[in-house]
């Protein structure tokens, strides 16, 4: 068989053993080219490229550790083992590491992850930081993100067994008694519209300023619907999360994997208080964080915005732009859940585990009024018997409501026609976050409906069936009290 290309002839010839691939080229002269192998040229280039290529290796800073974690020897040994070949300052590379471009991986891995968290330096951030950084670090062990899947493939060394979890969730104990409850820490900056005694005043959310990426608030937050409620026993906080109609109508239907655009949510957290009662409540309040959803305007940041308000003045959080990346990367693990953690309370029921939460949705239709369907005046826990509580309350109760300035944290006056309702949940562990708490099954749902002239009534529905049932009138007037009593959680 002959060839013609151009001016040259090729006629493959296959005489060699060593060069299968080697051809006789001629040219239409009748010249003859020597047998060439372009496969072993090619392997030849290549090698010198590779070898070249490892002299392309961008450093790697290194340095002791300035400032470690304050933590005991056997959760140190952990952190050691488990993470800090990549979440510390020291350098720890496997031979095969060292190989570029697998370095060059490898070297971004590093830099990233010391950016998020470094325990070489951690030791130096006060100690509710320390703690804080922590459970977020058992969180991503929990779920599976922590060490990264792919530095596990080539390092199964670094895997963490249930020995060492437990090491680490011991030393944590979330819901061991501690002395004082700080909760979140907040800025310690005076604020500019901070009263003379030294009490903040709360600005006006119309004129809240954007997060550092440009990032909008919104001050419509406060109007929309809970979804859920979280007792946080990793920082002492409470958290109630509001979704705007979009998502609510997304709740409902159980379209919420993927969440649709336009959806808004708000995660409002507080520091828990111990009441006289027993029983802790709201208490002072901290932050808001606020998501929308829009997959092509933030299509790189996971197609959310984020933003993080805190204080009574709200004042957008962190340094820079760069703040959303701490968001993006502590949502990393529920990305199977569109970056979301709630598990929004819901009876539409979804195709996947631990998506949304159809225990604490399981209310009677036969309940004289649907108070998921209405809003969140405050939440307590009562540590006696791991419950927790939510007040919800009708328009009208809403309306009767001082949550902000000078007359928040009063017990509310509410008006006739208004109705509260009390639901109280067995609290089961968030799946998606250690150290928290998220309603289970309904114990109890209690009403009062508030009449002209003080005259009100109370209907308590409680048992397996969360049937009506009959209290005697001390306990009528003791449950009727708390109920009117409860003091709105104060917002921004």
Known sequence: MTVFVSNCVFEPRFPAAIF????????????????????????????????????????????????????PPPVRQVLEKDCHSCHSDGVRLAWFDQIVPGYWLVRHDVLTAREHLNFSTIGSKPAAAQTATLYEAVTMMQLGAMPLPRFLALHPDAKVTPDNLAVLTTYLAPWTPVATQSGTATNTESPANAAPGGEMQPVALTSVQPELDSFPFDPDFETWKPVSFTDRGDNNTFRFILANDIAMNAVRSGNVS???????????????????????????????????????RYASTDGWGWGRWRGLDLKPYGNDARFVNECTGCHLPVRGNDYVYTLPITTARVNHAEVVNNAAAALPASLPYQPLQWGAITMYVDPSDHTVATLYGNETALKSLKVRGADAMTAPSYTAGAVVALVTWNQRDDPHWFGARIPDAP?????????????????????????????DPGTEAARQKLLVGLTPARLP
């Open 20 to 71: 299968p691939t080697a051809r006789t080229i001629r040219t239409s002269h009748g010249n003859e080219i020597k047998p060439i192998n372009i496969f072993g040229k090619l392997i030849i280039a290549g090698a010198l490229v590779f070898a070249l290529l490892q002299f392309v290796r961008p450093g790697i800073p290194s340095q002791p550790a300035p400032a470690e974690i304050d933590a």
């Open 258 to 296: 993927p969440w649709p655009d336009g959806t808004r949510l708000a995660k409002i957290a507080w520091q828990q208080q111990e009441g006289a009662d027993g029983l802790i409540h709201p208490g002072k309040f901290v932050q808001v964080e606020l998501m929308l959803k829009d997959a092509k």
């Open 443 to 471: 114990r109890s749902i209690e009403f009062v409906e508030i009449g002209p002239a003080g005259k009100n009534s109370y209907r308590r529905f409680a048992g397996g069936e969360l049937a009506l049932i009959t209290v």
